[in-house]
């Protein structure tokens, strides 16, 4: 199916859906200069997961795991939302029944005015106390840039703090589990921007298909998504989201 059909389709389902959920990846950011993790240009191409974003990376090198970090957060600061951020802002408002599950930790589908964003894998601008200690909240927003002291220690009782993100090897929050479950109920799930190749966010568009939505990935170059959703459309998501938004 040509480009400008896809399109079409795309933009018909969503019209006549009551509830559309979208699921994103750094692909979304990418036009943002935000550097995605597996692409040509990907993070981690050069860095190892297994050295920075892991809990045991953090427990055998917290200043050196903080300084990646520090490095990203003062490099998204600087980044501002693309046209596909600014689209599925849009649609947020748009349509009553519309959930946004990100992959992303950048913050800038907030910062486009997408609200109720479910952060399937945390924030970058989020920390919370390593020994989660008696006083500290749950988590906290943190958006010194740069930090001021690096590991920085928890105001609460002086260890340390960590970025309020999933690493490998750590389990997704209930609670966003339960809402992101929530959201396979619907009309039309789009994952978009994303190699699909970490569970279980990887799973979510299997699990919509199986509950009975229309399924279309929207990404760059192919994944192992690509052959099993109802429509896979290759292309920059700033620009096909934009092409669909003009249908609408
Ligand atoms: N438009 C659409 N897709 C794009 C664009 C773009 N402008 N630019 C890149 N892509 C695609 C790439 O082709 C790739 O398939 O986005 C995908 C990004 O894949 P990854 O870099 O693997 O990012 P993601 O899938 O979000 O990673 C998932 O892995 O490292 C962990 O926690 C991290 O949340 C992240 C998770």
């Given at each position: 199916?040509?480009h400008?059909?896809s ?14 959920s ?6 979304v ?8 993790f597996r692409?040509e240009e ?8 297994q050295?920075l974003a ?5 427990e055998?090198?917290?200043?050196l795991v ?14 501002r ?5 600014e689209?599925l802002a849009?649609?947020s408002?748009?349509?009553p ?5 990100t992959?992303?930790?950048d913050g800038l589908h ?10 399937f894998?945390?924030s ?7 020994d989660?200690c008696?006083?500290?909240?749950e988590r906290w ?19 340390l703090i ?10 997704i929050d ?7 479950t929530?959201a396979?109920?619907?009309d039309?799930?789009m994952?978009?921007?994303?190699a699909a190749?970490?569970?279980p966010a ?6 919509a ?13 192919p994944?192992p ?5 109802d429509?896979s459309?290759q292309g920059?998501?700033e ?9 609408l």
């Amino acid at each position: 199916m040509i480009h400008e059909e896809s399109i079409a389709l795309l933009a018909r389902r969503i019209r006549s859906a009551s509830a559309i959920s979208v699921l994103t990846g750094s692909g979304v950011s990418a036009a943002s200069g935000v550097p995605t993790f597996r692409g040509e240009e990907g993070l981690w191409k050069s860095y190892s997961p297994q050295e920075l974003a892991t809990p045991e990376a953090f427990e055998r090198n917290p200043k050196l795991v903080w300084e990646w970090y520090d490095w990203r957060r003062g490099l998204i600061s600087k980044c501002r939302p693309n046209a596909a951020h600014e689209v599925l802002a849009l649609w947020s408002r748009r349509y009553p029944k519309f959930t946004l599950i990100t992959q992303n930790v950048d913050g800038l589908h907030e910062r486009a005015g997408t609200e109720n964003v479910i952060r399937f894998h945390g924030s970058i601008w989020e920390v919370f106390c390593r020994d989660r200690c008696p006083s500290s909240p749950e988590r906290w927003l943190d958006e010194t840039v740069p930090l001021g002291k690096i590991p920085p220690s928890c105001p609460y009782c002086g260890g340390l703090i960590r970025p309020g993100v999933v690493w490998f090897g750590e389990g997704i929050d209930s609670e966003v589990l339960r809402e992101s479950t929530a959201a396979l109920d619907c009309d039309v799930f789009m994952t978009v921007g994303t190699a699909a190749v970490v569970y279980p966010a990887a799973g979510l568009v299997d699990a919509a298909h199986r509950k009975g939505a229309f399924t279309a990935e929207i990404n760059l170059e192919p994944t192992p998504a690509s052959g099993a959703v109802d429509l896979s459309i290759q292309g920059p998501a700033e620009v096909i989201l934009h092409s669909v938004e003009a249908l609408l």
